[in-house]
Each structure stands twice: as C-alpha cells, then as structure tokens.
T-cell receptor, first 115, second 115 residues
C-alpha cells in the first residue's frame, strides 16, 4: 500500500520569506500523481499544485513550486514570498495510475506566517 | 461553475439518530469521492464512485455507513445509527478523468457532531 509521510507537523516563516515543506512517499508504481492541498481555517481543501510522475520538469504555480525527486520518492513544496494568506494546513497527497483513483494523504504540516 | 456542493455544512445529532449527508459534484465530473477527516486518523477515503457505480468501498468503517449515487449529480452518505466516534468532517470530492489529468476538487465539508 502507498504511504505518504510529512515529517514536519509545524513550520513557521517570516512574511515575504521562502519556506519549504517536506513530503516523502512510498510506492511500487511507476505511474502516479502527487498533489499539495491547502486547508485554511475554513476547512476547505484547496488544490495548490500537482505533479505527474512521468514529467521530469518540476511543477510551478505562481509563488508555489515543487522539488520532485522521483528516485528519492520526495515531493517538497516551496512557497516563495510568503503571505499572511498562506497560513494553513498543507497536505501532501498521492494518487496512483489509472484504476487507482483514491488519494492517500499525509498527516499535514501547519504553516504559520509571522508578520 | 459552483464547485462541489455539500449539505448540510454543520450537523449536530444525538447518538442513535440517522444522519444523511448530501453532495452535488461538479457538472460533468465522472468520479465522486467521500472522505472523512478526524484528528486521530487524518483524511481517509471512505468510498468512491465512477459513473454512479461504487468502485471501492473498502474504507467504509462498518455496516452503519452506506453511500448511494442515484444519478450523476447527487450522492448521499448515510450513517444509521450514528455514534459519537462518527464525529468528523466529511468531504465530498469530484473529478473528471480526462487525458490522465484528473484532479479531485473538494466541497466545503460537513462538520458532524454526534452527542
């Protein structure tokens, strides 16, 4: 079974600085997808960024980017120019290939932005 | 698009009562997922449907839980009888499997409290 590990329960960063959240996963599949979701206090799950395993290029979405290391099974999220609105729980999630559509989530990292 | 719609947003009930949670997926999406979030277990998949057919219900805790999807625009998750340990946030998500770019979009969740 696939597992997703987020080893940082809490992180904090100064506003406008850069922070990196870690995620590792375990799988025997070669075709899969990785996601970062943000959960603010409202509890809404918001997609931040996604990465297809077959793509070597790291995904980017504005201030958010990932460092995808397939051999190391690592998928970290970098947030640049941190803003107060970035404060939230961040969940790393894994989805297998076709026929394995369920998401497996990590335990989350609570990110605090220091003004 | 209105996104995934869930109702009710909050539900407080007494142990032994029947609880029904409702979900309207994004129009055109062919997958629907029910997740549960608790402090102890994190985010876990309960069941998911493809084209209204249940595909994987291995995450459903026990026979007290049941889920249906009578048509492409509506699903229910029912708990009968409810117990205090069922207290959690229940999320519905939907996705469209198109070209392998499937991403799950989450509803706002239903916060359930069983007294």
């Amino acid at each position: 079974a696939q597992t997703v590990t987020q080893s940082q329960p809490e992180m904090s960063v100064q506003e406008a600085e850069t922070v990196t959240l870690s995620c590792t996963y375990d799988t025997s599949e070669s075709d899969y997808y990785l996601f970062w979701y943000k959960q603010p206090p409202s509890r809404q799950m918001i997609l931040v960024i996604r990465q297809e395993a077959y793509k070597q290029q790291n995904a980017t979405e504005n201030r958010f980017s990932v460092n995808f290391q397939k051999a190391a099974k690592s998928f970290s999220l970098k947030i640049s120019d941190s803003q107060l609105g970035d404060a939230a729980m961040y969940f790393c999630a894994y989805r297998g290939g076709f026929g394995n559509e369920k998401l497996t989530f990590g335990t989350g990292t609570r990110l605090t932005i220091i003004p | 698009d209105a996104g995934v719609i869930q109702s009710p947003r909050h539900e407080v009930t007494e142990m032994g009562q029947e609880v029904t949670l409702r979900c309207k997926p994004i129009s055109g999406h062919d997958y629907l997922f029910w997740y549960r979030q608790t402090m102890m277990r994190g985010l876990e998949l309960l069941i998911y449907f493809n084209n209204n057919v249940p595909i994987d219900d291995s995450g459903m805790p026990e026979d007290r839980f049941s889920a249906k999807m009578p048509n492409a625009s509506f699903s229910t998750l029912k708990i009968q009888p409810s117990e205090p340990r069922d207290s959690a946030v229940y999320f519905c998500a939907s996705s469209l499997l198109a070209g392998g770019r499937e991403t799950q979009y989450f509803g706002p969740g239903t916060r359930l409290l069983v007294l």
